[in-house]
């Protein structure tokens, strides 16, 4: 038992770092969306996978207003949450370029609803700046930091951090 505890405490420790190498030694591979209009950017082994709107969705009673619902993807129970909603942004219009996407979490199952997904997007680890740029979304509890893209800094959102979040964890009005 106490080699379990010490595996799951190793496991976390490694998944804990949102910029840490997930292909060539000095490389960070992270997914490219669009919230509201901005860019942020989701380490590539926080995100199982990306999908359209899963139809149907079942709305959960008393559930807060940016929870859409739970559908059934594969089998599984999937929460599919209205991220721009939940930081303040208004509902995500529901267009042909909407994707959810699936968070990579052990323990807390979501499906992000982002405006748009733009691929995968290659950096050097070295180009990581730990501070967070401006964003117009209520969203720097869960900016780990920023990479230049283009010439710009696009923020780096920790999955992990906000699925373990109190405030969007609860999910109660």
């Given at each position: 038992?106490?080699?379990?505890?010490?595996?799951?405490?190793?496991?976390?420790?490694?998944?804990?770092?949102?910029?840490?190498?997930?292909?060539?030694?000095d490389?960070?591979i992270?997914?490219?969306?669009?919230?509201g209009?901005?860019?942020y950017l989701?380490?590539?082994?926080?995100?199982?996978?990306?999908?359209?709107?899963?139809?149907?969705?079942?709305?959960?009673?008393?559930?807060?207003?940016?929870?859409?619902?739970?559908a059934?993807?594969?089998?599984?129970?999937?929460?599919?949450v209205?991220?721009?909603?939940?930081?303040?942004?208004?509902s995500t219009p529901?267009?042909?370029?909407?994707?959810v996407v699936?968070?990579?979490?052990?323990?807390?199952?979501?499906?992000?609803?982002?405006?748009?997904?733009?691929?995968?997007?290659?950096?050097?680890?070295?180009?990581?700046?730990?501070?967070?740029?401006?964003?117009t979304l209520?969203?720097?509890?869960?900016?780990?930091?920023?990479?230049?893209?283009?010439?710009?800094?696009?923020?780096?959102?920790?999955?992990?951090?906000?699925?373990?979040?109190?405030a969007?964890?609860?999910?109660?009005?």
């Amino acid at each position: 038992m106490t080699l379990l505890v010490e595996l799951e405490r190793r496991v976390r420790a490694a998944t804990a770092a949102p910029v840490a190498p997930t292909g060539a030694a000095d490389e960070w591979i992270g997914v490219a969306v669009r919230i509201g209009g901005e860019p942020y950017l989701f380490a590539r082994d926080e995100v199982r996978e990306v999908l359209g709107l899963p139809a149907p969705l079942t709305r959960v009673p008393g559930a807060s207003q940016w929870i859409m619902g739970i559908a059934n993807v594969r089998g599984q129970v999937l929460p599919i949450v209205d991220l721009r909603r939940f930081l303040g942004a208004g509902s995500t219009p529901l267009t042909r370029n909407a994707r959810v996407v699936a968070v990579n979490h052990r323990d807390i199952p979501a499906g992000l609803l982002v405006d748009d997904v733009q691929g995968f997007r290659r950096f050097q680890e070295h180009g990581f700046d730990g501070t967070v740029p401006p964003t117009t979304l209520a969203s720097a509890p869960w900016l780990a930091g920023s990479f230049n893209l283009g010439n710009e800094r696009v923020p780096v959102m920790s999955l992990r951090k906000l699925l373990e979040d109190p405030a969007f964890s609860g999910g109660a009005p």
